[in-house]
């Protein structure tokens, strides 16, 4: 078949159409996409904290003063303005003393392939509109999966992080439970669902179970060990006095990697239980996942393998840009209770006609080629590297916990797993409701100085700082510079509160 020839003289872009990325704008795209990164690199390479401190109320009236509808139609104007309004104040997490949260720092070839999977846009829901990408996330999923242990029916799919992983894994898991019931008897059975998990797991297994449908009980929640972790002997119990009363426990979850404590449950022992009692397992790994890649420390994952289903985020510890996050299952099957099929977009037939469609085993529809940044990062570095990193800031808090044991100005709780230290001021005087002040004043002084940015928490009622160390650029330094910024904040806080509840004499 001979191609027409355009002999007609060629169409003039529009001011608009200029802006489009295509054969005849690749120089702007090359020039304009330049610019960005010089803009982006030239900030990290000279930025001297994690944050500027900057308050809401400060940053606000100069974001509300643009008119979005009078356009600069300058791309260097434009990122002179994103400097003002974002770049300058931007929360840095390559910083060493950014602490607070799971946000990684990120390697540069998950940005290549950042940058790639904006430019050409595929859409990962049908495969006429990905293809290879199609092909390339189904490939690190089955990659993911037989380094988890999952089995040769294991299957999954990419999604925008943790929260939807496991509100995905938990749809799975009450479609299961819910298996075979006529709709009468589903209404019925629906608020009588329960899901067993621990203190420490994420809040999205409370907000799963309320978008899912379920009582506003039904999450049981069964109280963690002096170490932090998930006791299997309560879990069978709660499992048993469920059944009791007439309420079928429709999945455990455990959870490797708690926010607070990087605990991991014993995973094994209660995957046991859970064979033992037929409930589903599902274990948030979300954290814990780059223990997969861990040259050091991969059996503390023994047990995973004999999970229903599993969360991983990439984008916590494999170092990965958000969004990068993903969904497991031991049941390629399961996936279909997920499955609905639109004649414009994945007919039924597409099955029959072996046509590998994503949206087919998505809660979402149009999603980006995110698993692009993992291929490019395992193409270019290969998993022992990243797994190398992780090794790093596990050792690192395992230092800076040491650090907080030793030093009698703090008191620190249970040591991690993985990379969380949680810790508290600790005053000679005052009580501890003006400890708890002095701490969250601490904190704030902290963000608000620029110097460093950490985390806080409550554990048993009372208020603690957390330090989260993702960062293999973080040293010892760093970590002993912010101990003594945060015992100078609250020590002056509570030297300022006990002057003021002093009687005058």
Request: charged letters at 20%; a neutral charge.
């Amino acid at each position: 078949m001979t191609l027409p020839v355009h002999t007609a003289a060629p169409i003039q872009p529009t001011a608009a159409r200029a802006h489009l990325l295509n054969d005849g704008t690749v120089d702007d795209y090359r020039r304009t996409v330049a610019a960005g990164v010089d803009r982006v690199a030239r900030r990290v390479a000279r930025v001297t904290g994690p944050f500027s401190g900057v308050r809401p109320d400060r940053l606000a009236p100069r974001v509300e003063a643009i008119d979005l509808d009078r356009p600069l139609h300058d791309t260097t104007a434009a990122l002179d303005e994103l400097e003002e309004v974002y770049l300058r104040d931007a929360v840095y997490f390559h910083h060493p003393r950014y602490l607070a949260h799971l946000n990684c720092p990120v390697v540069i070839p998950a940005l290549l392939g950042e940058a790639v999977l904006s430019a050409v846009n595929s859409s990962m829901d049908t495969w006429d509109q990905s293809a290879g990408g199609t092909l390339i996330e189904r490939r690190l999923i089955d990659w993911t999966a037989r380094r988890i242990g999952l089995g040769p029916a294991a299957d999954g799919v990419f999604t925008s992080g943790g929260t939807q992983s496991n509100l995905h894994a938990l749809l799975l898991a009450r479609e299961e439970a819910l298996a075979g019931a006529s709709p009468a008897d589903r209404r019925l059975l629906l608020p009588r669902l329960r899901i067993v998990t621990s203190a420490a797991a994420h809040f999205s297994v409370q907000k799963a179970a309320k978008l899912l449908g379920l009582a506003p009980d039904a999450v049981v929640v069964v109280q963690t060990g002096p170490d932090r972790r998930m006791r299997p002997g309560a879990v069978r119990h709660e499992i048993a006095r469920c059944r009791r009363a007439g309420l079928p426990v429709m999945a455990v979850v455990a959870t490797a990697g708690t926010t607070d404590f990087g605990t991991i449950d014993p995973l094994a022992e209660i995957a046991q239980g859970c064979a033992t009692a037929g409930v589903w397992l599902h274990v948030d790994a979300a954290y814990g996942c780059g223990l997969l890649v861990s040259p050091t420390r991969r059996h503390l994952l023994d047990g995973i393998e004999r999970a229903d289903s599993v969360t991983v985020d990439y984008h916590k510890s494999f170092f990965q840009p958000v969004s990068s996050s993903a969904v497991l299952v031991r049941d390629r099957r399961t996936l279909s209770h997920a499955t609905w099929h639109a004649d414009y977009l994945n007919p039924a037939r597409a099955v029959a006609d072996r046509i590998p469609n994503q949206v087919d085993k998505s809660l979402q529809t149009t999603r980006r080629f995110d698993a692009l940044k993992l291929w490019l990062t395992l193409r270019v570095m290969g998993p022992d590297a990243v797994g190398e990193l992780f090794d790093e800031v596990c050792d690192r808090a395992a230092q800076a916990w040491e650090l907080v044991a030793a030093d009698p100005r703090f008191e620190v709780l249970t040591r991690s797993a993985l990379s969380t230290v949680v810790f508290r001021w600790r005053p000679t005087g005052p009580g501890p409701e003006l400890a708890d002040a002095a701490n969250l004043h601490a904190r704030a002084e902290l963000a608000a100085s620029g110097l460093a940015v950490v985390a806080g928490t409550r554990v048993d009622g009372r208020q603690y700082l957390k330090f989260t160390v993702l960062n293999p650029a973080t040293t010892r330094a760093d970590i002993a510079y912010v101990l003594d910024l945060i015992a100078e904040h609250a020590g002056r806080y509570a030297r300022t509160a006990a002057d003021l509840t002093c009687p005058v004499g």
